[in-house]
């Protein structure tokens, strides 16, 4: 008999039981998960081989949730039995009360929740692991715009999750669901640190834009990551895509639907043109007013690099303003007619120092 915990999902939407799979076999314990999209269908497998614990929807198709616990306890009465519903029914959750489930769950069911009942259900260890201890990142919807061009996106590519994030690592629009909470909890925020340093790096560039986009080949997914603009980047996890033709068609799709989406976000948030941050800005402005403004000593011994006119004629050493207009006073008052006040004569000029001591014009 296998050491494996079985877990057996019943959810009739696809993208719900590949998250809740690929999530419960990343967990650091031995589990064997399987996933149907019906009730009968899970009786059959329960019946075929013991299940350990089931996570089954209450509104299915065809038998409920509800129905299915009545049946499956008759051939696994030591189960142990989480449900989800996406109905807020009173009635309904009175009756999962009485049922005796060992855990419910509203939708959308947060994982790290979800884990925490799987390993208390299982006596797992590590309840409290430090990837279930991380919060989801938060959601802020942009525009219905932008949240139908990602689905587009994803319609096109057949991907199993785009995302668009913010630089305050924020979920602006989504479409598909995280196929693996390392994603959320342990790519993500790997991938906005790269986010920050290429914005870091285009800005010593002087780009307007950062231009940068990541392939990674995974084991079980691929991921693509494109910045779109300065804010926000784009997150692409597809199934492994063939490389040459398939992989050059998907990453120039994922391109002009950056920058479509680019000129989208530019709608709502036009301050976030530049790839420089504001600080950045208001930083480089006030160094530009610094490097303008003189300092004290060019102030106090003025602009030398500027030569003095051609008929410039230093003073006199010693003599001061004030003995220039001493003299002046003088020569009005000994003056009493003065032939021509715009010409000087030599012992006028003499006298004011223009014309040094000894000098014998013509001599």
């Avoid at 995280?178 to 560039?205: G, T």
């Amino acid at each position: 008999m296998s050491d494996k915990h079985r877990i057996l999902i019943v959810d009739d939407h696809k993208e719900i039981r590949t998250t809740f799979r690929a999530n419960l076999e990343a967990l650091d314990a031995e589990v064997e998960v399987i996933d149907v999209p019906s009730g009968e269908e899970a009786i059959l497998e329960a019946i075929g081989q013991p299940v350990d614990l089931m996570i089954a929807d209450v509104g299915l198709p065809g038998l409920s949730g509800l129905e299915l616990l009545e049946k499956i306890k008759v051939h696994n009465p030591g189960m142990k039995i989480i449900l989800i519903t996406g109905l807020e029914d009173e009635d309904i959750r009175r009756k999962v009360a009485d049922a005796g489930t060992d855990a419910f769950f509203l939708k959308p069911v947060k994982i790290p929740d979800l884990l925490k009942a799987v390993r208390r259900c299982l006596g797992l260890k590590g309840e409290h692991s430090e990837g279930e201890d991380l919060q989801p990142l938060p959601v802020e919807p942009m525009g219905e715009e932008i949240t139908e061009r990602v689905a587009d996106l994803r319609g096109e590519l057949g991907a199993i999750s785009i995302v668009l994030l913010s630089r305050q690592k924020k979920i602006v629009a989504q479409s598909g669901g995280w196929p693996d909470a390392v994603y959320e909890y342990r790519v993500i925020p790997q991938l906005m640190n790269m986010f920050q340093n290429v914005n870091q790096i285009s800005s010593f560039l002087r780009l307007n834009q950062p231009q940068s986009s990541w392939y990674f080949s995974g084991a079980k997914y691929d991921l693509f990551w494109t910045h779109v603009g300065a804010a926000h980047a784009l997150l692409v996890i597809t199934n492994p895509v063939a490389q040459n033709t398939d992989l050059t068609w998907v990453l120039s799709t994922i391109d002009l639907a950056a920058k479509e989406t680019l000129k989208m976000v530019q709608k709502w948030e036009p301050k976030f043109g530049d790839v420089r941050s504001e600080p950045d800005a208001v930083e480089e402005e006030q160094q530009e007013k610094v490097e303008s403004k003189p300092s004290d000593k060019e102030i106090e011994r003025g602009d030398k690099s500027e030569e003095p006119p051609s008929d410039f004629v230093e003073l006199k050493p010693g003599l001061t303003s004030e003995d220039a207009k001493s003299f002046w006073e003088s020569a009005t008052l000994e003056d009493d007619e003065v032939e021509n006040p715009d010409v000087l004569t030599y012992e006028q000029a003499q006298k004011l120092g223009f014309i040094p001591e000894g000098n014998d014009v013509g001599g």
